[in-house]
């Protein structure tokens, strides 16, 4: 980890990054709060497509950046930002009109924290080092909490007893799409010094994790419990 961050002045590569960042999180928003006001789709659905879409651009971004410091920055500007869209309720397609949470935020915290917390092994370019252990945690988010939520809403029949509002159908949702999406982009990132098996055996770790985090965590805060703990509990067993 990082003892503190030196913001080194902005490359062009970085302003081109930070331009696109800034535009694709404003079509993703707008373009989902039209086919949400279009379409008529329930909430908890526009705001998973948000969900995923933001995550997957995370990853994107380890290879669109040459400077992380400014990767930091730009998740920790979108913690302000979704506090001040939760505040105002501006867009319906990401704040439930009842029960809403602070799972927007906590979800740009987790980036910007997880990409700060790991960036020691960055320092000879993207995605080096040990970027892929921030990334696992990120993915279990983006894929194994935003579709444990669609299934569980879709076809979950059989609810927890004692927490009703989980579903066997979305837990076990959350295993299969955390596994497969650590799995994929660890194979794409080739971690120094993990094979197949490591890679299997990391998936079926940050997927056992992200399902037990998940199902115990309410109120957004998985949003919050779900990265962090699959990237630390990866990082403590040595992957």
């Not at 400077?67 to 939760?86: D, G, R």
Request: aromatic residues 16%; proline residues 4%; neutral net charge.
């Amino acid at each position: 980890m990082s003892s503190y961050i030196a913001i080194p002045p902005p490359t062009a590569q970085t302003i081109l990054a930070l331009s696109i960042s800034y535009t694709y999180a404003s079509v993703l928003f707008l373009s989902v709060e039209i086919y949400k006001r279009m379409s008529g789709i329930p909430v908890e659905i526009s705001r998973k497509i948000v969900h995923v879409g933001a995550g997957t651009y995370a990853f994107v971004t380890l290879y669109l950046f040459d400077q992380w410091e400014y990767v930091c920055l730009l998740f920790t500007s979108f913690i302000l930002v979704n506090a001040i869209l939760l505040k105002i309720r501006l867009f319906k397609a990401i704040d439930p009109q009842q029960g809403a949470t602070g799972g927007t935020v906590y979800f740009a915290f987790s980036c910007a924290f997880l990409i700060y917390w790991f960036s020691d092994g960055w320092e000879d370019g993207f995605p080096r080092g040990r970027a892929y252990i921030a990334i696992a945690g990120l993915m279990a988010m983006t894929y194994g909490d935003a579709f444990a939520a669609i299934i569980g809403r879709l076809y979950g029949h059989r609810k927890l007893s004692f927490i009703p509002d989980r579903t066997i159908e979305g837990i076990q949702a959350n295993f299969l799409f955390t596994f497969f999406s650590i799995f994929l982009v660890w194979n794409i990132m080739s971690p120094p010094g993990l094979d197949i098996w490591n890679i299997i055996a990391g998936a079926g770790v940050g997927a056992v994790v992200s399902a037990i985090l998940e199902t115990i965590s309410l109120w957004g805060t998985d949003n919050l419990t779900v990265p962090i703990g699959v990237s630390f509990c990866l990082d403590l067993l040595g992957f």
